[in-house]
Every structure is written in C-alpha cells, then in structure tokens.
C-alpha cells in the first residue's frame, strides 16, 4: 500500500484528547476574587504547581486559570514520554552545565520517582508504565556516538546497556535499526492528556480553585500583590506563577528567549496480534532515533503506535496558530518513514494526524526568574520535554515566591537564563540555516558544517 493512502482515514485531531474519558469542562471566572496563589495556565506547569502548592501549605487559597480547557495544547497531544532528565537529554546537560550534571541527575531521577508515587496517590489514571527507552542507532556513525555516550554515562555513574543490532531487534524489529542504548528506568510511558486530568481532579480534591475558558489578559500590581485582569473578572493575588509556555508570556521581557516550534505526530490503527508479533516490542519502551532531525514512537495501551518528530517547523514570526497545527507534506513524510522502519505493518492505516506548538529555548531546556519584586515566578522553555520536567519546574516556581534558598534555586541551571532569540527576520533565517545544516549533517555521516560548529562553539547547539 502506498504510504500516502494510509493517511486516507485521519482524523486531523489528537488521538489523547478524543478519550471519551475527557472531563467536561469548568465554569469560567465571573466577577472579582482573591487568594494567596494565582497559577496561570492549565497544562502540566501549572497544574503541578497548583498541586505542589496546596501539598506545601493545605490552608493557602490556590486558584488556576486556563484560557480554553485543561490539557488541551501540548499537555494533551505529546508522545507521553515522562523522562527524568531535566535538562533535554545528558549531552546538553553535559555541555551547558559539567559541574552540576551529576546533582542534576539525581533531582531528574527523584522527580521521576515522585511523578510515579503521584499517581499511586492520587490514583491517577494515566497508563504509567515505566519501561524505559531505547535511543536506537540507524546510520553506522550513530554507532560511535551511542558508545561514546554510554562511556559518559558510566563515568557519571548512570547505568545504561548498550545493543548490538540483534539484540536491539530482538527487542523491536526493524532492519534500520543498528543498535542502541537503553535507559531501563529513566523513562515512563504516559497517556499525556490522562495525566493532565488526572491532575486536575487531584487538584480539585485539595481545594485548588480551577477555571477553565478564562484567559489572563493582564498582570499588574496591586497594592502587596498582583491583579490579572480575565475577560469578565479579576484575580487579586499575592503571589503568581506563569506556566503558560509556548504562549506569549504576561511578562513582556520573556518573550524574546522563547520560540513556538511546531512538532507532528501520528497514530496508527491498533496492531492485531500477528503485527504485534512482526516487530516483538514486549517490554512496551519508549524509542527515538538518533539523527539530529529524530524520530520518537512508543506503543499506546491499545498497541498503536505513535509515530512523531522529524520535522520542526518554525514560522515566521513566531506566532502560534491553531492552522499550523495540520500540515500534510509533514504528514505524507512522516507516513514515508514510518514504512521505511517497519517494512513487515504493510497495510496498517493511521487513525490520527496533529501537531503543535512546543517553547523552544537556546538551550533545550527550561529556565527560570521572578518579577515584580519576587511576586511573579515562571518557569519555560522546556523543549518538548515537559511531561516530566515541568514538576521540577513547579517545585523550582514556589522556592522563588517562597523567597528562600534551596538546593534548587541555587542551581547555575535555575540562576542564569539562556540567550534570547535575535528578532525578526534574523531569527527566522537563523533557524531555517540551522535546520537545513542539521538535515545535511544527517545525510553527511554526522559531518556539523560550519555554521553548527559555530553554535556548539556559542554554546547554541541547536537539537530539533
């Protein structure tokens, strides 16, 4: 079958956020109210935040307002993969911060443990299962460069196993794959739009005050505290945190450091038993390519799989917009691809096609500040790796307003913030040089031409 006649059936939507389990929506902000904490934004920042909030000090009045509904953007249509690491992976760990790398790792791994003692207590219904992941080698120089992080790895006392190509496809079949390299625990497989409402329902049952479809127009002070002004109220607070992301941000100084990039993904059909056993996948991991322009896939409960990544499509301007979330020549490649690796699910169709927008910083991973005298606190620029990042995130938010020292806010990572992005049109070029340099490198055996040796040099290296 032709891959693109595989894509004749899509429903241009994401497959997480058509559950039937989805939650109906909360009455919007009518009139004026006040509490001790406002959260803003309803996807994982800041429903961790709201969470940890109330966990912190039950007796303080905790109100979260979304502009449209819980989860809805890319807390409902990523991959579901809840890593532990909090800085996009251990080699931008290893290049931005060397000295801290190794506490760093360990706050990502015990955030991932308290991720999953969440949803024991909370009882969220989210399809956790932490199988770990497999970064899976397709060109031969790839070889070299999963050795060499394996050797990193070691050195910092991070245990990982490295496969040779029959051992990886004894774990996954597919006749591109090389080897790889498997994280066994560091990873968890999520049904991200679950978890988002899991959450919510956690929060509603601490007392958290949620409403949905109301957006926060603006952020001034207001006496000891702030005002956000909503379309038909407002919030006086004494304290807010901004998990609003890839969303312009209320504070007009942070959005110069934060670009929306537009990430694609598909779901087949689910897999009948005979397709199942084609290509093994018994330990249900996590996988990704290793090309600079990567794939990411994983089995969902149902055994689909999700087929995701590749492109990463900025436009210019920078303007988030629900149109670009479709966009069929990505689709069609993306379709191509899928075939290319899994030769022997010939025939399978794709019931889901979506993309979205994800906050892209300089350097993958997120950062942190404070405004109006230590009031305000945000935490973005997560990079698509969010799903778990962004407790720490939350964790890091309330230390700000707390306005205490901790082990967290002392962090180089939570201390300096990234480069902003140039503006236009130098950031548009930039990025599209960046990404036809990275495509090449890719075709190239790994070969970085100049340009991106000059951002690894800036410390700019870009990963899409």
Known sequence: MDSARALSDVKPTSFWLEDPGRPEALPALVGDTTCDLLVVGGGYS????????????????????????????????????????????????????????????????????????????????????????????????????????????????????????????REVDSPTFLGGLWDRDGVAMVHPAKLAWGLKKACLRQGVRI???????????????????TPYGRVFARRVALGTNVFPSLLKRVRPYIVPVYDYALMTEPLNDEQMAAVGWRGRQGLGDSANQFHYFRLSADNRILWGGYDAIYHYGGKVRAEHDQRPDTFRTLSRQFFETFPQLEGVRFTHAWGGAIDTCSRFSAFFDTAHHGRVAYAAGFTGLGVGATRFGAEVMLDLLSGERTERTELEMVRKKPLPFPPEPVRWAGIELTRWSLDRADRRGGRRNLWLRTLDRLGLGFDS
């Not at 109100?63 to 993969?81: I, K, M, P, T």
């Not at 926060?216 to 005002?227: K, N, P, Q, S």
């Open 46 to 169: 800041g429903l961790w935040t709201a969470l940890l909030a109330k966990e912190r000090d039950p007796s303080q009045d905790v109100v979260l307002v979304e502009a449209d509904e819980v989860g809805w953007a890319a807390s409902g249509r990523n991959g579901g993969f809840c890593a532990a690491s909090l800085t996009h992976g251990f080699g931008n760990g290893l290049q931005r911060w060397p000295a801290e790398l190794n506490r760093l790792e360990e706050l990502g791994r015990a955030n991932l443990d308290a991720i999953e003692d969440a949803v024991k207590k909370y009882d969220l219904d989210c399809e956790w299962e932490r199988t770990g992941e497999i970064d899976v080698a397709t060109e031969p120089h790839q070889l070299d460069e999963l050795h060499e992080v394996a050797e990193a790895l070691a050195e910092h006392g991070l245990a990982t196993t490295v496969l040779d190509a029959d051992q990886v496809r």
């Open 211 to 229: 409403h949905e479809r109301t957006k926060a127009l603006t952020l001034v002070e207001h006496g000891t505290g702030m005002a956000v002004r």
